[in-house]
């Protein structure tokens, strides 16, 4: 089993930063694959961006501006969000599966999820 906590949520101009964290404890975090995801009202939830072993994966809609890191010693995953428009406003979901994908189904287990909200 593995418990996923996201915190770091928000309200942030458009423009501006936040940084998403999610801590993981439970199964040894180092051998998971760590994805985000969110949803907004009405919509899908959709891939943003994932970290397994050397790679990093991103969605076309945020390359450029986010970055995917994890810290193995504090069980930690973050996402840094910069350059921030309304059109990513939603719940992030922080997600750990055994290999990376860009397909929520294929996660294993997820955090309850942290709103982010962007004023323009």
């Known amino acids: 089993q593995v418990q996923l906590v996201e915190s770091g949520g928000g309200l942030v101009q458009a423009g501006g930063p936040l940084r998403l964290s999610c801590a993981a404890s439970g199964r040894t975090f180092s051998s998971n694959c760590m994805g985000w995801f969110r949803q907004a009202p009405g919509k899908e939830r959709e891939f943003v961006a994932a970290i397994c072993g050397g790679g990093r994966f991103y969605a076309d809609s945020v390359k450029g501006r986010f970055t995917i890191t994890r810290d193995n010693a504090k069980n930690t995953v973050y996402l840094q969000m910069n350059s921030l428009k309304p059109a990513d406003a939603a719940v992030y979901y922080c997600?750990?599966?055994?290999?990376?994908?860009?397909?929520?189904?294929?996660?294993?287990?997820w955090g309850q999820g942290t709103q982010v909200t962007v004023s323009s």
């Open positions: 997600a750990a599966n055994r290999v990376a994908s860009v397909v929520a189904d294929d996660y294993d287990y």
